[in-house]
């Protein structure tokens, strides 16, 4: 990673964050391998679906009382 930085003259910093990045973690017993950045958005994506979910069932209550 320094010879990277130092080759390439990006900071340790940025080549710490890409790596990080497109470390591939494995998710379930199943062995499906993604990497960070695409967990990350996977759990953004599920917060949205969350809330889209509340905001569904607080209007279906409002509508189910008329």
Do not use: C, H, P
């Amino acid at each position: 990673m320094a010879k990277i930085s130092r080759e390439d003259g990006i900071a340790k910093l940025t080549v710490t964050v890409w790596i990080n990045k497109l470390k591939q973690i494995s998710v379930d017993k199943d062995k499906i391998i993604i990497t960070a950045a695409e967990y990350q958005k996977m759990l953004k994506k599920m917060a949205i679906r969350e809330e889209e979910n509340k905001l569904f069932k607080k209007v279906t209550a409002i509508f189910a009382r008329e």
